[in-house]
């Protein structure tokens, strides 16, 4: 299973991190990636990284502002959202498979997934 947290409430412009780890396993190999969605909305694809490879993908409206990254010798996942706008108040979702997704964006091909941590922007 994975564990995310950092989550809460930002201030639009600002900055927040969230991380994610696996609960009873060292990743490896992995493909991992952060999904979020809104109230009413769909599912949205944020980024992915290929674990090792250092491989990142990135969702059109994050791009340029989010950058996901993971520390293996800790075992955590992270996104760092830099200039947070309203639009991204979301429930924020890690997944991960021990292979590459393909396409990167495919919900449906991460075998395993947290519960979600909310993230507001106001």
């Known amino acids: 299973q994975l564990v995310e947290s950092g989550g809460g409430s930002a201030q639009a412009g600002g900055s927040a991190t969230l991380s994610c780890a696996p609960s009873d396993y060292r990743y490896s190999g992995h493909c991992m990636a952060w999904f979020r969605q809104a109230p009413g909305q769909e599912r949205e694809a944020v980024a992915s990284i290929l674990i090792g490879g250092g491989t990142t993908f990135y969702g059109p409206s994050v791009k340029g502002r989010f950058t996901i990254s993971e520390d293996n010798a800790q075992n955590i996942l992270y996104p760092q959202m830099n200039d947070l706008k309203p639009e991204d108040t979301a429930k ?12 990167w964006d495919w919900f449906g091909g991460y075998s395993s997934r947290g519960q979600g941590t909310q993230v507001t922007v106001s």
């Open 92 to 103: 924020y979702y890690c997944v991960a498979d021990a292979k590459a997704v393909v396409p």
